[in-house]
């Protein structure tokens, strides 16, 4: 449901906006006919949208919308005025409304002013999360087997409405799997909501969640729409889902089987359409066993399961997440790219990432690019935690038992092949003299089988 506020001192041109926004575009609205009254509407509706007059006696529509930036109230607000009086209008979008429109204006125009303006605040929650630093984690660059098993498998899940369940270490990359699943879904320009159970105070999980009205608790100043709300048409994305408090693991069942939420201290229900996908780096089998995760929750959320490797099963992937993890490290830090040398990234290759996955490797490039001053990044530059630590030791309780002989076989290869060519900056033929093999052809054909590739 879409939710417009109407605010205007004249109730007939309030009400004929209203009539005309429901009738063309199917928005839910209400009115309020002073300023001091849309502060209050505010304060207790989840409004998506507002559309204010300028004009008003009393708390006029200036006053209005610095109430909003002080009240911190994330609403775009759309000014209209009958003056024709456009320099004030242009002052209003320096005080943060979205844009003006004049009464005289078609309601076809205002309904997509309106549209608009939502999608606008939507497209800046997102970049706002893309600006986190989520880019410079991705899990998706690499063409090594295990990484192409779960490009297979997320194209293959993407398009299927049901839940998901993305198991993997910390430090994978899980959150990048969920916007995979996001972006090649039936609906990639809907809103992509992620929440971090484990991160959440126990006290305001539910509200999160499912979202509250105003005097719902202590705290409850305004009204707020709650995550599966947020996400509706979208993804929602409930990161460690094992740290949900049973309390909360029984009323998402409740959800996801309804499809309906109940904001707290609410009666009426309130439809959600948001697919859910959930990640962990638990055992939830071990969790079920030990009485910490509902059993039917559990069968509820585990109708796709993806997997994502840990670093270690896919280590021939290191050198291609070296260079996208320095471009945009160096990006990050307003200075240019610097090449890494071979015996670096060897270095690099031999560890095992166990601690933390890809966030260990992006935070060692951090390290390696702050402690250089020369125009590469040298052996000298590696940790020497990583230098030291001999990889073998950490692999005996690595995943390895979890996989094939035979993609094993195809990783240790790959990463033979991947490491000479780094060394002989990837010179086919000077590679292929190196390893003893026959021509270039012969090593061009072991690379197409193996799938390494330079730019991935």
């Known amino acids: 449901m879409t939710l417009i506020l109407i605010v205007d001192d004249t109730p007939a041109m309030a009400q004929q906006y209203a009539y005309d926004l429901k ?60 003056t024709g009086d456009y320099d004030r209008c242009a002052q209003a979008i320096r005080l943060g409304a979205h844009s003006f429109i004049d009464k005289a204006e078609p309601m076809e125009r205002v309904a997509q002013e309106v549209e608009n303006a939502i999608e606008r605040r939507r497209l800046r929650a997102e970049v706002k999360l893309l600006r986190r630093g989520f880019g410079l984690e991705s899990p998706l660059v690499g063409t090594s087997p295990a990484l192409a098993k779960l490009k297979e498998a997320i194209v293959r899940v993407a398009p299927v409405p049901s839940p998901v369940l993305i198991i993997g270490e910390s430090g994978t990359g899980k959150e990048l799997v969920a916007r995979e699943l996001h972006r090649l879904g039936p609906n990639p320009k809907g809103p992509f909501i992620a929440l971090n159970s484990a991160a959440l105070p126990r006290e305001l999980v539910e509200s999160e969640l499912f979202g509250h009205e105003r005097g719902a608790f202590t705290g409850a100043t305004a009204t707020r729409k709650g995550a599966f709300e947020a996400a509706g048409g979208g993804t ?28 707290i201290g609410a009666n009426k229900t309130i439809e959600v359409n948001a697919r ?10 071990q969790e079920l066993a ?28 290191v050198p291609a997440l070296l260079e996208h993890l320095v471009a945009a490290t ?10 890494i040398a071979p015996e670096a990234v060897e270095a690099l290759m031999a560890y095992d990432w166990r601690r933390n996955n890809i966030r260990e490797l992006r935070n060692v490039i951090e390290r390696m690019i702050i402690a250089s001053d ?68 012969s090593l061009l054909k072991i690379m197409r089988r193996l799938g390494v590739q330079r730019d991935t």
Not at 29 to 35: K, M, N
Not at 236 to 256: C, M, N, S, T, W
Not at 306 to 313: E, F, T, W
Not at 430 to 441: F, I, V, Y
Request: hydrophobic content about 40%; overall charge negative; glycine content about 6%.
């Open 374 to 441: 020369g125009d590469e990044l040298q052996l000298k530059a590696v940790p020497s935690e990583v230098r030291q630590r001999a990889t073998h030791d950490a692999r005996r309780t690595s995943s390895d038992e979890r996989r094939t002989f035979e993609e094993q076989k195809q990783e240790a290869e790959r990463q033979i092949i991947v490491q000479a060519l780094e060394r002989n900056e990837w010179h086919v033929t000077k590679t292929a003299k190196e390893l003893g093999l026959s021509d270039h052809a």
């Open 236 to 263: 929602l994305f409930l990161d460690e889902i094992g740290d949900l408090p049973q309390a909360a693991q029984a009323k998402l069942l409740r959800v996801l089987e309804e499809r309906k939420v109940t904001r």
């Open 330 to 339: 160096c990006e990050r830090f307003g200075m240019k790219p610097k090449p």
């Open 290 to 317: 030990e009485g910490r995760f509902r059993e039917d929750l559990f069968y509820r959320l585990n109708v796709h399961v993806l997997r994502v490797p840990p670093l270690r099963d896919r280590l021939s992937d």
């Open 23 to 82: 009738r063309l575009a199917g928005f839910e609205t209400l009115v309020a006919r002073s300023g001091d009254e849309a502060l209050d509407v505010l304060g207790r509706e989840a409004v998506d949208c507002v559309i204010l007059d300028l004009e008003m006696p009393g708390m006029d529509g200036f006053e209005v919308l610095r109430s909003i930036e002080r009240l911190g109230l994330r609403v775009p607000v759309i000014v209209y005025t009958g």
């Open 276 to 285: 859910v996908v959930a990640a962990t780096h638990r055992d939830l089998e």
